[in-house]
């Protein structure tokens, strides 16, 4: 028997099926369990049918989003969640038609990553996000990071990093993606950004690829770390 009860998450998942695969293995990794007992219980929807987030807000062709995800927050209530997490930084653009669909908390995986950014950052300095271009398109960012002295700043060659998350998507990862995301590292440092978030659940599968020297923080390890605390009951 798990020394505390455990509260059971729910996994707004699939976007894309890698990165909630690799969100349950950083789960498992960060428990010191000694037995199945002592994880941490889940739920996941792997909901590979969610439209297109590049297609609705890039292309501007897709469907929305939001009624599916919508649809999975209740069905995950339903089936007995007492918290949501989604793993896609971009699907958080619809997070405010998850929270009214449910009164189960959403671990916001954004909110939790510019509190963690503004934490390490020295003063007012530019944040690089690395994720897809559609998170400046959508000011996802800049919303997290109004009312702060920190403002967030995107690589130049978005094309780059939109073809290297298709790609991840399609193969997995690859050289030529790793490569891609450590150009926007590097482009982000010369520019000032000391810290930088690795804003692409997709690109936390190549996270190894962004130089050591850079204050990196994974968005997806921001929100292990709020699913854990939640699920211990140290995060209300």
């Known amino acids: ?83 949501l997490a989604m793993p896609c930084n971009t699907a958080h653009h619809f997070a405010a038609q998850i929270r009214s669909s449910t009164p189960l908390p959403f671990l916001d995986m954004v909110e939790a990553s510019v509190a963690r950014a503004r934490k390490l950052a020295d003063g007012a300095e530019p944040i690089g996000i690395l994720g897809s271009p559609a998170l400046q398109r959508i000011g996802l960012f800049d919303q997290a990071f109004a009312g702060t002295e920190l403002m967030p700043a995107y690589p130049r060659d978005s094309h780059a990093l939109l073809q290297a998350i298709r790609s991840i998507k399609a193969v997995g990862p690859t050289d030529p993606a790793r490569a891609a995301l450590e150009a926007a590292s590097i482009e982000m440092e010369r520019r000032g950004a000391r810290v930088q978030l690795i804003a692409c659940t997709e690109f936390s599968l190549i996270s190894s690829a962004v130089p050591q020297r850079t204050i990196a923080i994974d968005t997806l390890d921001v929100l292990v770390e709020a699913i854990v605390d939640f699920a211990q009951g140290t995060l209300s």
Do not use: F, W, Y
């Not at 028997?1 to 950083?26: C, D, F, N, S, Y």
């Not at 369990?33 to 297609?55: C, E, G, K, M, Y």
């Not at 897709?62 to 209740?74: E, N, Q, R, W, Y």
């Open 1 to 83: 028997m798990p020394a505390v009860t455990l509260r059971r998450i729910g996994i707004l998942g699939g976007m894309g099926p890698e990165a909630t695969v690799l969100l349950m293995q950083r789960l498992l990794a960060a428990i010191p369990a000694r037995d199945d007992a002592d994880h941490i219980p889940l739920i996941v929807d792997q909901n590979t049918q969610v439209p297109s987030r590049i297609a609705r807000l890039i292309d501007g062709t897709g469907d929305d989003p939001a009624p599916v995800l919508v649809t999975m927050a209740k069905r995950l209530q339903a089936a007995g969640a007492e918290a």
